[in-house]
């Protein structure tokens, strides 16, 4: 069973830039992707940022161009950079594996505000 320890959440100002790291620990084989979701009140979860292990990736609309994800393979960690934050970026932010057997892992959320 994959475990996911997240960091990095935190306050930031529109426009700063904020980075969020996630973790892995247990298994790390058959991993087909790890990445972030996010869900703000009132809102639906949608997918922010996902990197498959071939090192596709994928972006929600809306962060494309602001976000990039990244990994550290020796580490088991992705990394989340987010520059020019809106204050609509508020939300709990979830990582998330996925394993090629067994349920899918998420984080605990790390909240993520932007504000002034």
């Known amino acids: 069973q994959v475990q996911l320890v997240e960091s990095g959440g935190g306050l930031v100002q529109p426009g700063g830039s904020l980075r969020l790291s996630c973790a892995t620990s247990?298994?790390?084989?058959?991993?087909?992707?790890m990445g972030w979701y996010r869900q703000a009140p009132g809102k639906q979860r949608e997918l922010v940022a996902f990197i498959t292990s071939g090192g596709s990736t994928n972006y929600g609309e809306s962060m494309k161009g602001r976000f990039s994800l990244s990994r550290d393979n020796a580490k088991h960690t992705v990394y989340l950079q987010m520059n020019s934050l809106k204050p609509e970026d508020t939300a709990v932010y979830y990582c998330?594996?996925?394993?090629?057997?067994?349920?899918?892992?998420w984080g605990q959320g790390t909240q993520v505000t932007v504000s002034s």
């Open positions: 247990g298994s790390i084989v058959s991993i087909l992707g």
């Open positions: 998330y594996a996925a394993p090629a057997y067994g349920s899918p892992v």
